[in-house]
């Protein structure tokens, strides 16, 4: 819920932004009634803050000519979510922005007063993410930088990629849009010369990447959270059926968010259902519940689960991998 100064501030800079405002429509925008943006009026004059009305049917409520807002006006919540937002961009792109977001930060703190540094203090100890990025992407940093340069001056890539499926990598040139994180990866998204299409490429699959001279315009109609969600939605799902045994049914029971259907059973097994984007994931989920795990669907998961557990064991028998 806004408070006092949230909706002060906000109303200066409607009124800094539109001048001639009436009273209605500056209530209508703040959420609040007529009778209690005239009290609002009234302490931005307390405060010295120069706001005048005219009548007529052009006229409104605006801000003496050439009056701006002093700069850095923030609220303890609006200067916490600046600070943890830059701090978080700086953990999340690595190299690309440390220096620039630990540079922010201290320009950003330097000038607010001591309520607000007081409520970033507090956020910090009390509101934590925790290696958000996976410690092994670090390597990936030069490409991403790459990458990056590519997009901000729209030059194609060329890249040698193999993809998870593909035996072999395979070459292709890209005019890359956006990078994007998600699920703990770096993806490149752009348009793909061989396939004519626009697709997404895993970073750290990238075998080879250059910089090309030939330029690209991205087309104005591209989305890149649009072109992700139906991505999501349209990537090929694998149905998942599992027996989970007694000794194992609490991790399942614990975890509900991870599945789609939950059947607990009589004898105090769980019978789990959920949807993976392919059989390797599904077998090691399989796998990593060990003997008490048994797969019930789909077919080809059972074949290659008992697959993996015949190797497995053979490895086992025969610990120095000769025949």
């Known amino acids: 819920m806004p408070n006092t100064a949230t909706r002060l501030i906000t109303l200066i800079m409607l009124l800094q932004r539109q001048p001639n405002q009436k009273a209605a429509e500056l209530a209508e925008k703040l959420g609040i009634s007529v009778r209690s943006l ?11 803050i120069p ?22 006006i923030f609220t303890p919540e609006e200067a916490t979510a ?16 440390t220096e620039s977001a630990q540079g922010a930060l201290a320009k950003i703190e330097n000038v607010l007063p001591d309520e607000q540094r007081g409520e970033v203090a507090w956020a910090r100890r009390s509101l934590v993410t925790a290696q958000s ?24 890539v060329r890249i040698v990629y193999q993809g998870n499926l593909q035996a072999e990598p395979l070459e292709r040139e890209l005019n890359p849009y956006v990078l994007a994180y998600r699920q703990g990866w ?12 626009v697709r997404s ?42 027996h989970l045994g007694v000794e194992v049914a609490h991790l399942a029971l614990s975890t509900p968010a991870a599945w789609e259907e939950i059947l607990p059973q009589e004898d105090g097994s769980v019978i789990v259902s959920t949807a993976l984007p392919d ?3 599904a077998a090691s989920l399989a796998l990593s519940y060990g003997p008490a795990a048994r797969v019930l669907e789909p077919e080809e998961l059972r074949h290659m689960v008992q697959d993996w557990a015949q190797k497995i064991a053979a490895n086992y028998e025969n610990p120095s991998g000769k025949s």
């Open 51 to 72: 706001v005048y009305s005219e009548r007529g049917p052009y006229g409104g409520f605006s801000l003496v000519r050439g009056y701006k807002m002093p700069p850095l």
């Open 279 to 281: 059989l390797y994931s």
């Open 82 to 97: 600046i600070c943890l937002g830059a701090g978080l961009v700086g953990e999340l792109w690595g190299q690309l922005y």
């Open 38 to 48: 005239h009290r609002y009026l009234d302490m931005l004059d307390e405060m010295g």
């Open 186 to 197: 770096w993806y490149v998204l752009g348009h793909c010369q061989l396939r004519q299409a």
């Open 133 to 156: 990025q996976k410690p092994g992407l670090l390597p990936y940093a030069p490409l991403l930088e790459t990458l990056r340069s590519a997009i901000r001056h729209q030059k194609r």
């Open 201 to 242: 490429f895993r970073v750290d699959r990238i075998r080879e990447l250059e910089r090309l001279d030939a330029g690209f315009q991205i087309p104005a109609d591209f989305e890149a959270q649009k072109f992700l969600s139906f991505e999501i939605q349209s990537e090929t799902q694998f149905r998942v059926r599992l």
